[in-house]
């Protein structure tokens, strides 16, 4: 069913907003995502995350085109695969992705990780630079960034991202990065923010979850609004997408903030490696 309310938006720094719940698509296929795209944007989405590395861009912008929605009232973002890191790589990059998409400009174009071994990502920012300019992406931004790599991306280009894309949950609630994203003003977005669904049986979130008569999921999500994130939980699943967007008419109390945070099991739990390819 579709949303009768417009899902709150941040404002980043371009001035632009960014919807503050969105569609995320890994692991689904080009023919799942088409499917699932088209059933978010019809349930209220506005905002839909995918990446080079997803191997569904394809799918992404079928769906698109199916939903019949007109491009300017949706937020695309994707993400450059490692592979195009460097020197004016970034350029072929996004094109190549345009091309997958359907689409002549995304909302936001993200380097996936830092990948500091290859030694690339200041280069990369600099293409990064050039495609804004060229009207290729309305914002550029970057995932799985620490604070040191942040801090160098901006002390060589001067240009903060206007988003910062990480792994975020309950039990990974990072609030070193959160806090040094704030004071930069970079948008913290949540990938995996259910924890891939395995934080939706604990029992700080299910007892809150029973008492406000929400789902779990509901409230891990309410925990992220309320932190002032982003974040693009995915679900294949028509009524979970619902759902997930359905969020906006309770408020997690101080109380129920503070009992979250003691679920935070620090940065050892992060996957902040390629292994995982997300
Ligand atoms: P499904 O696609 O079958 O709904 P994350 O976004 O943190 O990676 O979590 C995604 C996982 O959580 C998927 O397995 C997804 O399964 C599941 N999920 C998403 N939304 C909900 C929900 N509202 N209730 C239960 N499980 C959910």
Do not use: C
Not at 109 to 137: C, E, Q, R
């Amino acid at each position: 069913m579709a949303s009768s309310t417009p899902t709150p938006q941040l404002t980043l720094s371009t001035g632009a907003a960014i919807p503050v719940i969105g569609l995320g698509t890994w692991p689904l296929d080009d023919s799942q995502v088409a499917v699932t795209v088209a059933d978010a944007v019809a349930t209220g989405y506005r905002l839909i995350d995918t990446a080079a590395k997803y191997g569904n861009e394809a799918g992404v912008g079928q769906g698109i085109r199916d939903s019949g929605i007109a491009r300017e009232q949706l937020f695309v973002t994707t993400k450059l695969d490692g592979g195009y890191q460097g020197n004016d790589r970034a350029i072929p990059g996004l094109d190549a992705s345009l091309d997958r998409l359907g689409l002549d400009y995304v909302d936001l174009l993200m380097i996936h990780w830092p990948l500091p071994a290859k030694d690339l990502y200041v280069d990369t920012w600099n293409s990064f630079g050039k495609l804004l300019a060229a009207g290729k992406t309305r914002a550029i931004g970057v995932s799985n960034f620490k604070p040191a790599h942040l801090d160098r991306l901006i002390a060589e280009t001067g240009v903060a991202p206007a988003v910062n894309q990480i792994q975020l949950d309950p039990t990974l609630a990072r609030a070193e990065t959160r806090s040094y994203n704030t004071a930069h003003g970079i948008v913290t977005q949540s990938w995996s923010p259910l924890g891939r669904g395995d934080t939706l049986s604990n029992p700080v979130i299910t007892g809150i979850a029973d008492r406000l008569g929400k789902s779990a999921a509901q409230v891990i999500l309410r925990w992220h609004v309320q932190l002032g994130l982003s974040a693009v939980p995915k679900s294949a699943s028509s009524a979970r997408l619902a759902q997930n967007l359905d969020i906006f008419d309770f408020e997690l109390t101080s109380e129920d903030m503070d009992a979250i945070a003691g679920l935070d099991q620090g940065e050892a739990a992060a996957q902040d490696s390629d292994v995982i390819g997300h």
